[in-house]
C-alpha cells in the first residue's frame, strides 16, 4: 500500500516582485481592517514629502511609485485622492562645471 505521506513532496516556488507584495500586503491589511483607508492615505501622503531623498538612494523611484500606484488603483486599493496627490517626476539637478570635461593627461 502506498501511503500518501511516503510520496515524495514537491515544492513550487513563486517568484513575485517586492512591488506585487506590496501591493498584496497593502491589500490584506486594509481589507483585514488592521490599517485604516485614513492610516493608509497618512503614509503616503508622508511618502509623496520624502521622495526627493528617496530619489538619492534610488534612481527611479518616480517610475516604481507611479506604477506601484497603478497597481493600488486597479486593485481599489487606493482611491483617486491620493494619487492625484502624487509626486510627479522631479527636477534634474543642475551640475556646476563644464558639460563636457577634458581628460585629465
Avoid at 486599493?77 to 585629465?104: F, T, W
Wanted: with cysteine.
Amino acid at each position: 500500500m502506498n501511503s500518501p505521506l511516503k510520496k515524495p513532496c514537491r515544492s513550487f516556488f513563486f517568484i513575485f516582485s517586492a512591488q506585487q507584495l506590496t501591493v498584496a500586503l497593502l491589500e490584506t491589511l486594509t481589507q483585514s481592517t488592521v490599517i485604516t483607508y485614513d492610516q493608509l492615505k497618512t503614509g503616503m501622503l508622508r511618502l509623496f514629502d520624502d521622495i526627493d531623498d528617496i530619489q538619492l538612494d534610488v534612481p527611479n523611484v518616480y517610475e516604481q511609485l507611479q506604477s506601484l500606484l497603478k497597481q493600488l488603483e486597479e486593485k481599489k486599493v487606493l482611491n483617486h485622492d491620493i494619487i492625484s496627490n502624487s509626486p510627479q517626476k522631479g527636477r534634474k539637478r543642475l551640475i556646476s562645471g563644464e558639460e563636457n570635461p577634458k581628460p585629465i593627461k
